[in-house]
Nanobody
Framework: VQLQASGGGLVQAGGSLRLSCAASGIAFSITTMAWYRQTPGQKRELVARITTNGNTNYRDSVKGRFTISRDNAKATVSLTMNSLNPEDTAVYYC?????????WGKGTQVTVSS
């Protein structure tokens, strides 16, 4: 099992990033997938999720700014993030819903400067 997140980086407030997660070793097409994020000293929080048929949900703070999508043929899930603000700074991870402990990868760091 491997879920590899990529696409993070340093961006100024108001900027955009697109994160990608490539999954292998899981039944991706029948799994609800999600992006999570964590800042030091805080619990990991769910940012957005997408069901097997494409239904999406977002935490309130990112609604209207973030878009989650998936490609079942490529076993990838993406997160397009617009209008970023410093509060979005975190390590971003992909995992299933519910999460599985062996699905956590290293994540990708997103840093938004003010």
């Amino acid at each position: 099992v491997q879920l590899q997140a990529s696409g993070g980086g340093l961006v100024q407030a108001g900027g955009s990033l697109r994160l990608s997660c490539a999954a292998s070793g899981i039944a991706f097409s029948i799994t609800t997938m999600a992006w999570y994020r964590q800042t030091p000293g805080q619990k990991r929080e769910l940012v957005a999720r997408i069901t097997t048929n494409g239904n999406t949900n977002y935490r309130d703070s990112v609604k209207g700014r973030f878009t989650i999508s998936r490609d079942n043929a490529k076993a990838t899930v993406s997160l397009t993030m617009n209008s970023l603000n410093p509060e979005d700074t975190a390590v971003y991870y992909c995992n299933s819903v519910p999460t599985r402990s062996n699905y956590w990868g290293k994540g990708t760091q997103v840093t938004v400067s003010s």
